[in-house]
């Protein structure tokens, strides 16, 4: 199972402090951690281990090519949101889709990845909401075969958040891209990227574009 990546957005920032939620190499997003087994972070989705676990094992099951679509939901309590001393009560919906297919003379498994995702984050003692709107979409740009057991994965990541307050208008917004390299062991199966294992990964192309914080535009909203 490849493990690490992150992608960076606002929204999930703000969110660190509440989960981290593992992933396949299928699918990832901002703030923690898996990716081939990459991480997936969306804004707030705090019980997606059960879309990573199904997916795992839907992938373990399966070889390049390889299509799932996936579908989650729930809620979840924050009783310290943004270390502002709020109490939120919120819900998220996540719906997305993860194709691998093999490329090259070595056929070597590339993902590609598109998610969105909506959660509401709303302040218990007054009944205001805010909402984020969410989008990413992911793949291997380049997946090489070191030689040594290894597998070296330089993946474009893109996205927008966009941070919706209590009346319905934009009160701010997150987009860019970055690109990770993600050095994995590949436990002697190079094609088969389901029992990869996370060694490192690295920033090689910051993060561009806006980037409101979340905390800051969400916060005042929801006093």
Known sequence: MRTGAKLVTG??????ALAAIPKVRCFT?????????RKLRLSALLALGV?????LAAGAAAQPPFKERFHDEGTFVD???????????????????VLAVAHGPDGLAYFLEHIRATSTFTNSANGKTVTIESSTNGKDLRVTDNGDGTLTILNLR???DVYYGPDGNVIGRNPGQIRLEILVDH???PTDPFDDVFLSEELVFGSTGRSDDFCEAAVPALS
Do not use: K, P, Q, W
Not at 79 to 97: N, W
């Open 187 to 189: 436990s002697g199966t």
């Open 158 to 160: 893109t996205g927008n």
């Open 79 to 97: 009783e310290d949101f943004c270390g502002a001393g709020l109490t939120v009560d919120g819900t998220f919906v996540v719906d997305g889709s």
């Open 51 to 55: 879309t990573a676990a199904a997916m």
């Open 11 to 16: 929204a999930i920032t703000a969110l660190v």
């Open 29 to 37: 997003y901002s703030g923690g951690a898996m990716r081939h087994s």
